[in-house]
């Protein structure tokens, strides 16, 4: 089944934003599972260096209560001196600490004041972290001779842990950012390359035949019974409407001129050209305030092919019949405003994003080039600004260009 064009370039647009919605919903699915993994590691080592404090607290109570015990001993080894990452500090029963291990701000401390000040400051985190575990001392007949607490936190590594699903998401974050920015700066300076080249070439095409048909119609005016028929002055004109075209063409691919213009009549002259090729049912007006003398910075020839392809578009949306109203503002800061209204069919909310990308279109012969070059034409060309200033279903679309002045 033939699918139509306008069809197929919607398509590529609804696809486009589904795309970004999928990337999005993958991504936030993946750091989910990535944070919930993280999660139950950090869980796991948690319950690990719980068990293993303990176990120590149950190591460091045998060895308090018993007569040195020298088969035994490999296990005080293997438990107490191979803890190498769990900060721990021993205290008597009033807090007072007896002896620390894994705290290297402690063990780098010069003096007793300055250690025992580093060590009460890291009972005040442990304490907040962890329940202290009692250890009871007896004396040989099994009395109880005293008390110490075991004080620890958790080891840099579960602290580490807990931070780099953060570390991660960030990172992740930062990597997307920048990989974006890389593909529309890379998109962009493609666009820019295909548009300059095309234009370009259509401009050097048009030229040798331009320049063959001008010199057929100096040739044709030469000839007495000739210089005077209809079709001499017709033809002329058809050649400098080339001539204007090949002109676009060629401003488009490189850096335009801009000259301080009368804009009142260069939309004038664009409006008495395409009155004569528009339907009569399309009524133009234009109004000017203060006056007709704004002048702004622009290039004629793209300056005209904006108002050409709004106007267009202008008529589409009417289907050939209503009024097209223009009105040129002076605005403030040395800016000029033009305002292009039309009584058509109007644009809805969520598509005025889109009307300016290129492909863009809802009609069955449209291209979706028109916005995409008068935006071009208005912003990079000119440095000036095009939005839609207005929109309502069935009453009618405003678009507005500002240019500097
Ligand atoms: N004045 C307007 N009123 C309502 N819709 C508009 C108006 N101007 C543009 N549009 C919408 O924006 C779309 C894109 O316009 P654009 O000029 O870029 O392409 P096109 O007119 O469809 O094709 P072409 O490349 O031939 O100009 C149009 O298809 C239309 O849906
Ligand atoms: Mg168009």
Known sequence: MAISKSNTSLELYRNRSKFKWVVLVVSIVISLVSIYYTNILVG????????????????LEHFANQESDTDMNFIFEEIIVSNKSIPVIVTDEIGK???????????RAETKKERDKVLREELEIMEAQHEPLLVTLRSGDGSITGYQFI?????????????????????????????????NYSKA?????????????????LGTPISSLMAWVEYLKSDEKMADQEI?????????????????????????????TNIFEVVNETITYLKKRLSTKVKFSISCFPGKELE??????LFEWVIENLCKNAVDAMGGEGEINIKILKANEGHVVIDISDTGKGIPKSMIQK????????????????????????????????YVKQSDINKGTTFRISLKS
């Open 232 to 260: 001499i002055v017709e033809l002329e004109k058809d050649v400098e409407r080339l001539n204007m075209i090949t002109s676009r063409f060629s401003n488009i691919g490189s850096e335009p001129l801009l000259e301080s």
């Open 296 to 301: 702004a910075n622009i290039n004629i020839s």
């Open 355 to 386: 009307i300016f990308q290129p492909g863009y279109s809802t009609k069955k012969r449209g291209w979706g080039l028109g916005l995409t070059l008068v935006k071009r034409i208005i912003e990079i060309y000119h440095k000036g600004k095009i």
């Open 97 to 107: 600490p007896l002896d620390s291990r894994n705290i290297p701000k402690a063990d």
């Open 151 to 183: 004080y620890y936190r958790n080891s840099d590594l579960l602290a580490q842990l807990k931070y780099y699903p953060v570390v991660q998401l960030l990172i992740v974050g930062i990597f997307g950012m920048i990989a974006f920015l890389i593909f």
């Open 189 to 205: 300076a493609e666009q820019n390359r295909v548009w300059v080249g095309m234009a370009k070439e259509t401009a050097h095409q």
């Open 44 to 59: 796991q080592l948690r319950a690990r260096e719980e068990k293993l404090i303990s176990l120590y607290a149950n190591t």
